[in-house]
């Protein structure tokens, strides 16, 4: 594996990377949601946030065909609401609100481009753009999460709630650990691989079986942002 390369100086911990690798998005210093060309540079400021505001974007993520951005915005009444918008709009549109201020992040895309995983609170929930009720799949009660990926066939979640990296099936709703130690677990573009950190290291894991594979040590505590088409 190559070594980091700086694309973007000053950005939030929680953005994200399109699958092609050549869009991220992200909260700037002045806490407008930022959509940067990562070859050439170029920035595109998407929301517009006033001096001495107390409202809030939080973490974003871009859709699997990198024409939209779903984010969660903070009002200054507590309310919380998950929006959508493309990326060539100042447009967005609400799709989810929660009167309780809560903790929201934009997790992931379908692969249609209808809905969105997010944790909101405790639970992993689906959200319809549509007028669609919202799918509760998971509730993580007391259990500390730092990271949930959704699979690219969309059957599974991964997620490394209390420090083990644990694969959810939709479809049953079984459970099951894939490493006792780890945390912010990341899909490879295929599907074909799992990976995550732990103590230090990067790991990847097979999905159709057989041990994890050390990809990196020394590895500098990180949040990923995605995992390149190319691998």
């Known amino acids: ?19 092609d690798g050549l869009l991220i998005s992200y909260v700037d210093r002045e806490g407008n949601l ?17 001096a001495n505001s107390r409202e809030a974007i939080g973490a974003s993520v871009l859709s699997r065909d990198s024409r939209w951005i779903a984010y969660a915005h903070y009002h200054e009444d507590q309310t ?31 692969g249609d481009g209808k809905s969105v995983l997010a944790t909101i ?11 669609g009720s919202p799918r509760r799949l998971l509730d993580f009660g007391e259990r500390a999460v730092g990271g949930v990926a959704w699979s690219p066939d969309g059957k599974w979640l ?5 420090g083990r ?3 959810f099936e939709l479809a049953s709703g079984m459970e099951r650990v894939v490493a006792e130690e780890g945390r912010l677990p990341m899909w490879s573009a295929d ?3 799992l990976g995550y950190q732990r103590e230090g ?12 594979v050390l990809e990196r040590e020394g590895f500098r505590a990180a949040r990923p942002w995605g995992w390149a088409a190319n691998g």
């Open 191 to 193: 599907g074909a691989w």
């Open 158 to 162: 991964a997620h490394d709630g209390d």
């Open 201 to 212: 290291k990067l790991w990847r894991w097979p999905v159709s079986g057989g041990p994890a």
């Open 80 to 110: 919380v609401e998950l929006r959508v918008i493309a990326i060539d709009s100042l447009d967005p549109r609400v799709v989810y609100r929660s009167e309780a201020r809560v903790a929201m992040v934009p997790w992931g895309w379908s």
């Open 1 to 19: 594996m190559a070594g980091p390369q700086l694309i973007a100086p000053n950005v939030s911990p929680w953005g994200s990377v399109s699958p």
């Open 121 to 131: 609170g405790r639970e992993a929930v689906i959200v319809p753009l549509d007028e």
């Open 34 to 50: 930022i959509l940067r060309e990562v070859h050439s540079g170029k920035e595109d400021r998407l929301t517009v946030r006033f």
């Open 165 to 167: 990296v644990a694969l």
